[in-house]
């Protein structure tokens, strides 16, 4: 690249910076609690949360789509909470792991007054949803599995979008550089939402959104991504209950108000089938679970037989019990721990088991965190 070249393309890195500086001006200055706001707090059942994204605030990223929903009959028994952060263009401090456990902080006073809450994150906000939910999940597992919980992310960045890009050592913005294309936090949030998200999460992408690209904003998982109308900021921005974003948003209420029955321990003895329709397919393991789900459910059942300290019933023993009693012996190519996570999380869900992150963290092998397994029933019933 020319002096002249160069030149040119930090004149216009600066100039984008000093438009959005001149667009957020005095936004660093307003208090966080003034940047959340319940829009609808009459002791509801269930719960809708609006995070924003990067660059945005509660009053500017939903449009109509909030006063829609208090006029829908349909969602007549949701309260809702627009969750917003204090942000600045430059010189921003906090990243989004920051505010991902102020949020987690609110949740912890908020979920455990609804039966069912759906998180309804934009851009930088879908981020922000899955950092508070895995930090609930460490300390406070029990919140999470005992609530219906679901997540709508919209033009979330899961890989990265090229606007982060514009942000360097003359502005700079710890949530963005988290949001550069391909960043190492990115990965790292998506591998361990992967290993120890239970929740379900619906991606979108706007199908003309030119700031994140359909390949991130799927990045979480793409087989169940879908497109919706409109760019960036308009995917957010519903004006009638036409607009598919609206109309995804009530399908995710339907499936979220439909309670999951799970099969009784007579129905799951009688054959592997009933068990591998209640566990789901996998989004996170390189086989599907009819490949490996007999094998982990008996080495868990192994495990409650060979350890009597609850102190012993982790991952790593786990990974070290052949269902012969021998040492584990990995299968060439596979990684078993999505496996295992996979299976322990079928288990969590009716009622054998619960897990726990140990504090502080454990890790072992290739960096695997471990957890403990708390068994709630003696054995798991298995088809002969």
């Known amino acids: ?67 829609l929903i208090k006029a829908d009959k349909g969602f007549d028994d949701y309260d809702i909470l627009s969750y917003g952060y204090p942000q600045q263009v430059c010189f921003q401090t906090n990243d989004i792991r920051d505010v991902g456990a102020h949020l987690k902080s609110d949740l912890t006073v908020e979920l455990p007054n609804y039966d069912t809450t759906i998180f309804v994150g934009h851009s930088m906000g879908g981020l922000v949803v899955l950092h508070a939910l895995l930090g609930l999940g460490g300390s406070n597992a029990e919140l999470i599995s005992n609530k219906r919980l679901h997540i709508m992310s919209l033009g979330t960045p899961y890989y990265g979008a090229s606007m982060a890009s514009i942000f360097g050592p003359y502005c700079p913005n710890r949530q963005a550089e988290a949001m550069r294309v391909l960043s190492d936090e990115g990965g790292r949030l998506v591998y361990d939402w992967q290993q120890r998200g239970k929740i379900p999460v619906y991606p979108f992408y706007g199908f003309s959104d030119g700031f994140v690209k359909e390949a991130s904003a799927c990045g979480i998982d793409p087989r169940n991504c879908e497109s919706v109308d409109g760019d960036h900021s308009s995917i957010a921005k519903p004006q009638d209950r036409e607009h598919l974003t609206y109309k995804k948003l009530q399908s995710i209420k339907d499936k979220a108000g439909s309670e999951t029955i799970f099969p009784s321990e007579e129905q799951i003895r009688a054959d592997w089938a ?45 990974m070290a019990i052949d269902i012969h009693g021998r040492l584990q012996v990995s299968d060439s190519g596979i990684d078993l721990y999505p496996e295992i996570i996979f299976t322990l999380s079928c288990l969590e869900r009716i009622g054998y088991l619960k897990t726990e992150k140990f504090e502080p963290p454990r890790v072992y092998g290739m960096r695997k965190e471990n957890m403990k397994i708390i068994f709630l029933k003696e054995m798991m019933p298995v088809p002969k």
């Open 1 to 67: 690249m020319s002096v002249v070249e160069a030149t040119i393309s930090i004149m216009k890195k600066l100039v984008a910076i000093v438009l959005l500086v001149l667009w957020t001006v005095g936004c660093s200055n307003v208090r966080s609690d003034q940047l959340r706001a319940w829009e609808r707090h009459e002791k509801k059942a269930n719960l809708l949360v609006f995070t924003h994204g990067f660059n945005s605030s509660r009053d500017e990223a939903w449009g109509s789509f909030i006063p």
């Open 274 to 318: 009933t068990l591998f329709n209640t566990c789901g397919p996998s989004t996170s393991t390189k086989r599907p679970p009819k490949a490996f789900l007999r094998r982990w459910v008996s080495q868990v059942n192994l495990l409650y037989e060979k350890r009597n300290d609850p102190e012993d019933r982790d991952l790593e023993n786990l």
